[in-house]
C-alpha cells in the first residue's frame, strides 16, 4: 500500500513541476512573432520605415534582456547595470531614474 502512495506522490509531484516549467516556458517572450507583425504592418521600403521597424525590434529586444535579467543568471552577469547595457550597445541612452 505503502509503494502504490509514493508512486502516486512522486507521480502528482512531476506533474505539478513539469506544468510550472512549462507555464514559465510559455510564458517567454518570443520576438519571432513580434516581427513578423511589424514587417507586416510597418510598410513601405524607405529608410524611416526601415527604422520604425528597428527601433521597435530593438525595443523588443531590449525587453527580452530586461526579462531575462530576472530569472537568468548568466544574463544577469552578464548585464549586471544599466550601464552594461549601454556599453554592449543595446541601450542608446542613460535613463535617468530607472526603479
Excluded at 1 to 14: G, N, P, T
Excluded at 50 to 77: D, W
Amino acid at each position: 500500500m505503502f509503494e502504490k502512495l509514493s508512486v502516486y506522490c512522486d507521480r502528482f509531484y512531476v506533474t505539478l513541476v513539469v506544468t510550472r516549467w512549462w507555464g514559465q516556458f510559455e510564458s517567454i517572450p518570443w520576438p519571432d512573432r513580434l516581427s513578423a507583425l511589424v514587417s507586416g504592418h510597418v510598410r513601405g521600403a524607405d529608410e524611416g520605415a526601415r527604422l520604425v521597424r528597428r527601433s521597435l525590434m530593438c525595443y523588443a529586444n531590449l525587453s527580452g534582456i530586461l526579462i531575462y535579467r530576472l530569472v537568468s543568471t548568466a544574463v544577469y552577469k552578464r548585464f549586471p547595470t544599466m550601464s552594461h547595457l549601454v556599453q554592449a550597445g543595446k541601450l542608446g541612452f542613460r535613463p535617468r531614474n530607472v526603479a
